[in-house]
């Protein structure tokens, strides 16, 4: 086959990276598939986007400061999202203000476009001056060391005054 390689394997209704494999090789592919289906019934298979990870979290129809997370294991699965210490965090991201300006404007489009309210984060991958949407994630992690919260903060909102503003709209 000609699939180039390597791509991502997941579940496609989970967070937090549960069953997601990154296949290296051909021979690997039906093992990562059978891990995602003991997450959901319903696979995807995708590329694999190389480069740096964002994320933009909206909250009542304004985009936040833009996130860089950094795991120090190369990629950011779930150890790397909720054990202590193996991720740094940048925020705001270091990127060029307009190249910023222009991800979190499409952030908040792709949003809007599909109907999503009151808060949410959009995930994205910077290869260069290019970037790609991961994903659209209508259920983010609200605890006060979440990327939503984390980025409230940048602007000056407390995690308390985060959740106020979420439930008043």
Known sequence: TNIPYPLIVK?????????????????????AVK???????????EEFIPGRELTVGIVNNQPLPIVEIIPKSGFYDFESKYTKGQTDYECP???????AFQIQKDALKLFNMIGCKSYGRVDFRLDGD??????INTHPGMTDTS?????AKEIGLSFKDLLLEIIKK
């Open 11 to 31: 579940p496609d209704d989970q967070g937090s990276t549960m069953g997601l494999t990154v296949v290296q090789k051909e021979t690997e592919i039906n093992i």
């Open 35 to 45: 891990l995602a289906k003991k997450y959901s019934p319903n696979v995807m298979i």
């Open 93 to 99: 991201a270091q990127i060029d203000g307009e190249l």
């Open 130 to 135: 290019r970037y790609y949407v991961l994903e």
């Open 147 to 151: 990327l939503l919260p984390m980025a």
